[in-house]
Nanobody
Framework: QVQLAESGGGLVQPGGSLRLSCAAS????????MGWYRQAPGKQRELVAT???????NYADSVKGRFTISRDNAKNTVYLQMNSLKPEDTAVYSC???????????????????WGQGTQVTVSS
């Protein structure tokens, strides 16, 4: 079973920084893309940033220039460096692993998508 474990959320003042991490574990053969999504109270979940296994990135317009996504393919881990945080960045941030193939090369499973539990990010003075 593939699991995603997120860490790094918390409370930060406006203008501050946080770094989120998400590690995928299990019998993983490959992951096409990993990314971060967020959901604020009363709003729909929205894409924050994604990165493919070749390093291609995609960002929401609202975070371009402030957030940086990176990935360690060997560790199946994705990071989100968040700088110049604003109160409107407050949300639950969830990690996603897209098109995961797991199992063994003789008996592969997938591709399936997986989600983490989410980590709270609160930007407030």
């Amino acid at each position: 079973q593939v699991q995603l474990a997120e860490s790094g959320g918390g409370l930060v003042q406006p203008g501050g920084s946080l770094r989120l991490s998400c590690a995928a574990s299990g019998s993983i053969i490959s992951i096409y893309a990993m990314g971060w999504y967020r959901q604020a109270p009363g709003k729909q979940r929205e894409l924050v940033a994604t990165i493919t296994n070749e390093g291609r990135t995609n960002y929401a317009d609202s975070v371009k220039g402030r957030f940086t996504i990176s990935r360690d393919n060997a560790k199946n881990t994705v990071y989100l460096q968040m700088n110049s945080l604003k109160p409107e960045d407050t949300a639950v941030y969830s990690c996603n692993a897209d098109r995961v193939i797991s199992g063994t090369h003789f008996f592969p499973r997938g591709p399936y998508d997986y989600w983490g539990q989410g980590t709270q990010v609160t930007v407030s003075s």
